[in-house]
Structure formats: C-alpha cells, structure tokens
C-alpha cells in the first residue's frame, strides 16, 4: 500500500506541475523565442513558445497517466493476497490446523463471537478449536469489500457455516455476517480481530 500511495502521490505532484507550470510559462514567453546571436542569448517575437512546449506537455502528462495506471494494479495485488490469506485461514479451521492457525492469528486476537461473547487472545481461540467447540463441517464465506490501509485490511462479507460435533447448533446451517481486521507484521499478515454476527439458521 506504501508503493501504491508513493505512486499515486508522484502522479499527482506531476499532473500539477504540468497544469501550473507549463501555462505559466507560455503566458510568460507567448510569441517569443530564443535566438542565438554574437554568443548571447536574446528573446525574440515571432516563433510562438508552444512550438517548444507541447512536446514537454504530452511527456508529462503521459508519464504520469502511466503512474496512475500502475495503482489499481498494486491494489488488485494487494487484495488478492489479502483474500488468499482468508482462504487459508478457513482451510486451517476446517482442518483443525494448528500450527497454521497459530502463524495466521495474531497474539492478541479479539473476537466478537456468534456465541453473544467476546473470546479474547489466540490461546483461547486455540483452546476452543482443541475442545471440539470451534468445529465445522463447512465454511463458505462470500467476501464482499476489502480495504486497505497501509499496514491493515479490513474483510467484510458474509459467510455460510455448518457446525459439527460439540459446536453450538451442530448439524444446522448458520449464515453470518463478518468482519476480518488483518494487521502486517514484521512482512506478515495476522488476524487480529474478528466479529461474526448469526442472520439466519435452519
């Protein structure tokens, strides 16, 4: 996200010098041209400066519509990554995975829980899933909005869950709306709160 800003910031700092500077100058110069005479350089009527000054223009301003061009790419990227990581987490819960529940779920971990209870800390997290209380026999989330901001992306969709075995409404199926809020650490992406909220069950 830091390169995607740097990018877009270039393009715009440019993108106001070509619309400012450039009509300064021809305001300035209008109908005069340098003419090389006796080894000094003199100012002329005649030639008009946007003979000169066109060329300047078009270079510029391609060279930033370029830049800008490049952002949604970065975004495109950044947003993929971020949906892998959701993808990943759901495979690691449907597996009972815990080593990569422990890489992807940060320490502090905060989780408004359907359950009507606020589950505090990826140790609990982690307890839950060893007590056979987090279990599922299906997730299918629908992501609907990512946003990134530097640093941290928040998720929100809605998903579609089948508990199994000793988890709250085992054998129904539930569908939540949820928000994901992942923070980057050190180059990697944690969870680090997490809000799931029952609409229907059947």
């Given at each position: ?47 008009p ?18 830049l ?68 599922y ?66």
């Amino acid at each position: 996200m830091k390169v995607a800003n740097c990018v877009l910031l270039a393009a715009y700092l440019i993108a106001n010098a070509v619309a400012i500077i450039v009509p300064a100058l021809v305001m300035s110069f209008r109908g005069h041209t340098v003419v090389q005479a006796n080894g000094r350089q003199t100012l002329a009527r005649g030639a008009p400066i946007m003979k000169l000054t066109w060329p300047v223009t078009t270079v510029l301003s391609l060279f930033a519509s370029s830049l800008m061009a490049q952002a949604p790419n970065n975004n495109d990227a950044l947003e993929a990554e971020i949906r892998r990581l959701e993808s990943e987490q759901i495979t690691a819960v449907l597996k009972n995975d815990l080593p990569t529940i422990d890489r992807l779920f940060a320490d502090e971990l905060i989780v408004n829980a359907p359950s009507n209870r606020v589950v505090r800390g990826k140790k609990e997290v982690m307890a839950l899933v060893r007590a056979g209380i987090l279990d599922y026999a299906a997730i299918d989330a629908e992501i609907e909005a990512v946003l990134r901001r530097g640093d941290m992306a928040v998720v929100m969709g809605l998903e579609t869950v089948k508990p199994r075995g000793k988890a709250r409404f085992a054998g129904q199926t539930l569908r939540r709306r949820f928000t994901n809020v992942w923070i980057k650490r050190n180059g990697q992406w944690q969870l680090i709160a997490r809000q799931a909220t029952i609409i229907s069950r059947d």
